[in-house]
């Protein structure tokens, strides 16, 4: 008898529960935009998250709402994104060009290594061990995580095992940025063509030792630039908010470790620097 009251007392409250949740789905219940099935059906479907949201559903929830332009989306084409503007008939919006940027010049051939890793063919992997036996600690492991991670296409290793980063192809979706142990890559406006290519924190010309184009922090382009660049911590630092469109800085730069990054001609070192003739590996360095 106890038990036939228990599974009826069960039973009472599951319906008065499921009658409960059922009510309140109907009063609480938001019809959906269709107009959202409209727009997602028109974005790329890569949920990079470049735009600033996690996936193209949620961005679509935002354009339709207003919150965001169809600029922002990098990866959907010029065309796309009219398309998209006019279904809902709004403008474009501005579509700001952004980047990843490496922050590290020193392929094997400039570079040296301290130890020969040997072990999963992963940067996060290898900087485990020792933060992966380059001679400068600060540098690029040269692995290939960042391209391994790339949905896009945009990064390719080099015959020096460096990153190359496409910029044509790159939609900033800030993968390679997590994927690098060392935090070399950031995202940048592709319209900022001066860049640091180094990340040493060492200052003097002993750590050209381990890196024949790293940053001695000579001081030399903050001295040509003192408006827009200062040094920090042994690197020169670029203020972008005050950034003139110049290459002066990288002039007079002894290493090229500052450099100006051409559309189609990559990275371009001033006048000053030390030619680069060698493209063999360098040998360990001495420990």
Known sequence: MLFVTAVGAIGALTALLTALLVLANKRLYVEEDPRIDGVDALLPHANCGACGVPGCRQFAEALVAGKAKPGQCTVSTPDGRAKIAAYLGVD????????AR?????????ARNRARYDGLVSCR???????????CYWGCLGLGDCAAVCDFDAIRMDRHGLPVVDEAKCTACGDCVAACPKDLFSLQLASHRLWVACRSLEAGDEMLEDCAVGCTACGRCAFDAPDFIVMKDNLPVIDYGRYRDTRAPAERCPTGAIVWLDPKAGALKGAAAKRVVRQGALPLAAS
């Open 92 to 99: 474009v919006g501005d579509v700001v060009k952004r980047v």
């Open 125 to 135: 992997g290898a900087a485990e061990v020792s933060g992966g036996g380059k001679a």
């Open 102 to 110: 490496l922050a590290c010049a020193g392929g094997s051939n400039v």
